[in-house]
């Protein structure tokens, strides 16, 4: 829970140079690399109402503008409005006569309306009718400016019919090949148009031409939009005036008065899948349930990526060393080989790249160069403005693999290096030594970079074609947040 | 391959219309009356811990960052469909900056994907939903009123005029108002201004302005407690209500008012077309939503062209006003849903393609898009 709610003291450098924590991380499997979100590809996977969990088919979605037929939101607030019933005594009085017959006649009937348990807006405050049903048939508003925009609209398609077909014309003209057969239109002088006028059909261009001498521009006036008589004397009563988020929250009414709210169906969520923008591979693929929680692929970087977590730390002073106690936790089912380095003693991207085979860059070559050059563009160098640096033992560490088992197991074991401070199944704590360079400001935050060379064991299939290795060794940066550093 | 299969593939995916205002965003469908979402221009930035603008930026990173952000809010969050292939109709400003647009375009292009990019300007696409000739577009934002000439759906450039008299001018005096009405600084969020000019402000007419400024004061109108979170109510007196917009017609001896430029606008225009300009004036733009604005700006407007430098050089002598087919914030945006809707194909757009090889946007701004072919220095810059 802790991830969700304090701030991120431990920043991983994404290969697109971004700056996150690991929980916000992802680990594409086929490029070996770390990813986030602002370097993957984000699509629409399934649309579902958040309020009733209904899932919507995209082509459903599309037609129903995105909202749910069946819950409503608050136009006041926004919270999700509630359906209530209440017996409503229908008056038949159709025989007022008989005494027998009206207690006969006189039935209750469950009315609905909406209400909001958060702030007691109801449908019945704007004077909206009670309904016999409890979901849907809650009366649907049209646009007022509706047709005035249809009429714009026919007119434009016809004028846009109109270009297209000049601009044909003119191109068939220009082109056009004499030949020697003279066709019936050029020997009688006949147009096309009217060709189809003799014969009786309709002109080809009828319709649009129709729409465009139909049209009428809009017509401007001396007067204006005065300001009401009454706005120098009455009283302004700002709970009947509606504020900027309630006009907005329906861009097709917008009513600056409470008495026109009307509820506003709830817009639906989506599931994303996330891919990654160099192999076009998934990263997360959602399970289609909309009450589930779950992924079908999950490729988190929490799976992947050794973790690294500060213990505690002595304050950071300028010009002075200082004792930095880390956690490192394998995530993973394998074995895995840390080694702590300086970011500066990374090698460079390029090398770090595997070669690839003539077929795969041949590929990539007819491939339009398109993952490349949208992933270069999005690609930057990661500002790490770090003051300290952590001083790096040499050995390397070995950490076990992931063992739900071993969670249990209290005894911590003391090993014997003087920088381990503790063993424990896959975790392991250090003692290392902070730096800081002596004209780092006090007062400024304290950062420390660190740089991890770890071995990963890579469990994708190979594909049958080429022979993937499966032991890796790969690297990632980080950002220690130290606080301060102190006067 | 089957007919329907054919037919799905040629079929277009409706284009999306994008008008990123420096307050609120506009965000919808081509072929649709009203746009989906009207949101505020910000998102939330986890790493900042606070509401971000996207305007806020210092460096291109940061804007580029900024922009990311918001559209995914606007795809993924508002409109739910897919960015990638999907054309955009991007609404802009005349005077947009250079970075900003070039930005955008990357992002659009690169981050999200998308296949073709129609860059519109705001006061041809408002002239769009008048569908008359000629039309005089005021539109009054958040930052700056912008007056363009529209004739014959080109833009008369050089009469262009752009102060800044808007949201901004009339929050910054509705502050220092408030301030005198309750002896106290009362450094109130940009939020609650708006909140307050919103629910109680409006623009008086030409003659009471007269007299707030000469004396005597007229009557004012009835003052409101604005109630306030753990804080003691405001008092917004009837005259704070009322001068609030006031910047906006303030005349000094730059004429730099906003029916100055109005007025400075038809008169750099073509003299056959000054006429057909001043009867063909829309006020558009959120701002212009503020009740009596219009009518202010319209009396300003008989009066002010009576008066010199005007009087001698302009003989026009009436003012017509256009209705704003759909609320005044939205104008521009639905002139976009109409051009992007009317244009299937879009044969306006910028392809992706064109744009990874050129890597750069039309700007009338840039002489290698506004030198005509016949011009001597033409060759030179086609080289
Ligand atoms: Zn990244
Ligand atoms: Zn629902
Ligand atoms: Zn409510
Ligand atoms: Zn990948």
Redesign the interface.
Known sequence: MAYLTQPDYVKYVCSCGQLKPITSLYFCRHCLKIRCGFCICHEVDSHHCANCLENMPSSEARLKKNRCSSCFDCPSCFHTLSTRATMAAQRQAQDPAGGDAKVENKQTKKMYYLSCFNCRWTSRDVGIPDQSVASGGWPERTNPFLSRYNQLLDYYKAIAQQEKQEKLERERKKFAIRGKYITLTDKTGLTGAMARNIAGLPTSESGSSAAIASFTPSQASAEVDELPDDVYTKDVNLKQITSMSQRLASPEWQPSSVSRLHPLAKLLSIKRSQRCRVCDHNLTKPEYNPGSIKFKIELLAYYHVPEVKIISYETVKPGEKSALLLKLTNPTGHEMQIQLMQPEDLPPVEEREEPKSIEKSLEKSLNLEKDTSSYRAIERVAELGSSSRVTAPEATLTLAQRDDAAEYDDDAQQDTSDFILWRKSNKLALRLEVTTDAAATPGAPARAALALQYSYRNTVPPAPAAPQQAHHTLYTTLLLDLGVVSG | MALYEGIALIQEKQAVVLDLGTD?T?F?FT?E???????RSEFWCP?ERRYKRVYDYRTP?ELY?NL?NML?LLY?R?????P?ERKVVVVESLLTPTLFRETLA?VLF??Y?VSGVVWADSPRLCA??????VSLIVSIGAREAEVCAVVHASVVLRALQSQPLAARAIHDELARLLDEDNNTELHLSEQII??IK???C????RERAQQWADGPAP????S?Q??LAGRPAITVS?RT?ELAAEPLFARDNELASLPDIVLQCIMLCPIDARRALS???LVTGGTATL??L??R??HELRYLVTQPPYSDRLCIR??????S???D??VAW?GGA??G?????ATRALPRDVF?RTRRLRDWACLLDNTPPHHPHRDQLDQ
């Open positions: 609120y506009k919808g072929g009356a009203a746009p989906r979402c009207i949101i790493s990173e960052d990311v995914h993924f508002h409109v739910l469909v897919n990638k990357k690169t981050h994907e769009l939903t008048l569908g008359t000739p708006e909140d919103v629910k109680t409006f623009v008086g007419n009557t004012p109108a009835k409101v604005y109630p009837g209500r009867e063909n004036i009740p009596g219009k009518a700006l319209a009436e003012f017509k006003f256009h209705k087919p759909t609320h914030n939205t639905c109409v051009g809707a009317a244009d299937a194909g990874a």
